[in-house]
């Protein structure tokens, strides 16, 4: 038919998560104080964690460590904020105290408080861009941590 146009179907940018769990907890090398970052790519079932001077790839499903690259540097930060695609979800650190804590907002009601590992540092935080998986390196420990939404 001359003239018409299918209606595209609503993309779904962020899920309906509450609580997230403990899906995968890895072990790497050297995650430093310094800036770290964790990108989550869903559709690609990898994590890339940058900590110092180091880049790990590991499996979103399980957490394998799949490769281990050296880079440059990075600055100095403790903090740490980062939200989904649309701001839906957002996750910090708790404070400048409770570095070993994370807390997980929802539509800016705090849904969960989450500590990985008691007395150890939190060094990297990341979100899938749907808020389902969060990301979190923790210092002394040298491993990185993969929480599920639910």
């Not at 995968?24 to 964790?38: L, M, P, Q």
């Not at 790839?57 to 600055?75: P, V």
């Not at 100095?76 to 994370?102: C, F, P, Q, R, W």
Request: with cysteine; hydrophobic share 35%.
């Amino acid at each position: 038919m001359p003239g018409y146009i299918v209606p595209l179907r609503p993309t779904v940018l962020e899920g309906d998560y509450s609580t997230w769990t403990e899906k995968w907890n890895t072990s790497v090398t050297a995650i430093d104080i310094n800036r770290n970052h964790a990108i989550i790519d869903v559709d690609g079932n990898r994590v890339f964690f940058v900590s110092y001077n180091r880049m790990y790839f590991l499996k979103l499903s399980n957490g394998e460590l799949l490769e281990t690259r050296s880079i440059g540097t990075y600055g100095y930060a403790n903090d740490y904020v980062v939200e989904s695609i649309k701001g839906k979800y957002l996750v910090s650190t708790e404070d400048a105290v409770n570095i070993d804590t994370l807390k997980i907002f929802k539509d800016g009601v705090l849904k969960q408080t989450i500590t990985p590992l008691a007395g150890d540092v939190i060094c990297g935080v990341g979100i899938s861009s749907d808020g389902k998986y969060i990301v979190v390196g923790m210092r002394d420990a040298d491993k990185v941590y993969c929480y599920e939404g639910s």
